[in-house]
């Protein structure tokens, strides 16, 4: 995959994709989002939203929306099963429980389409090529997403986001939208995260 060359910020208009795709989602969201809410609140005690720092476009730090997918308490980055919620599982499985980011979207923190915002141990890590991966905001979904997701290795995750940084056009955010339903529906790559992973390997964890 050829890395070199890519620009130094999003296309030209890529703000006003990202606002005009949040018009037209922006009631079917909200009622998606307020059944989710209702859910987990019915489900298991605790807030409904949980927010976690990330990194963002430029190496700068933000706030994520996402739907609380695990049981109240300190919960490590990578939980095992016993700590996801009935419905958790299934906002897991069907990507409900990034939802929220729609927020993040409309803040500008972060676009439809971009590299999934990573935790900042893992940014610590990278060399001066995988932070080429910080020139474009972070995104709902991206090219890594819709090439294996969770199932790939962070290295693998992280050349698919450079080359999307590289190749980044109107054109191309809607072809991985129509591919993002695609892997919904199928629920590829939903599992993984190896914890072996040089990139994610961490002591830390997260509430």
């Known amino acids: 995959m050829d890395t070199r060359s890519i620009p130094g910020k999003p296309y030209r208009g890529k703000r006003v994709v990202d606002l005009v795709i949040l018009a037209i989602v922006a009631v079917p969201a ?27 476009m430029g190496g700068l730090p933000f706030r994520v929306w996402k739907f609380r997918t ?20 299934i906002l897991r499985r069907l990507s409900l429980d990034e939802l929220p980011q729609l927020i993040n979207v409309a803040t500008g923190e972060m676009s439809i389409v971009g590299p999934r915002p990573t935790l900042g141990y893992q940014v610590e890590r990278y060399d001066d090529q ?38 980044q056009s109107v054109r191309t955010d809607l072809q991985l939208i129509g591919r993002t339903l695609k892997t919904i529906v199928t629920g590829d790559g939903v599992e993984g995260h190896p914890e072996d992973d040089p990139m994610a390997v961490t002591e830390a964890s997260t509430s």
């Open 30 to 56: 909200a009622i998606l989002g307020s059944a989710c809410a209702a859910a987990i609140a019915l489900n298991s005690r605790g807030g409904v939203f949980f927010r976690q720092e990330r990194i963002g």
């Open 70 to 89: 695990m049981v109240a308490g300190d919960n490590p980055i990578f939980p095992d099963a016993s700590r996801i919620t009935s419905v958790g599982k």
């Open 130 to 167: 995988q932070r080429q991966r910080l020139n474009v905001r972070p995104g709902l979904t991206g090219l890594a997403q819709v090439s294996g997701r969770n199932s790939l290795p962070w290295a693998e995750r992280i050349a698919y986001d450079i080359d999307y940084a590289r190749t």
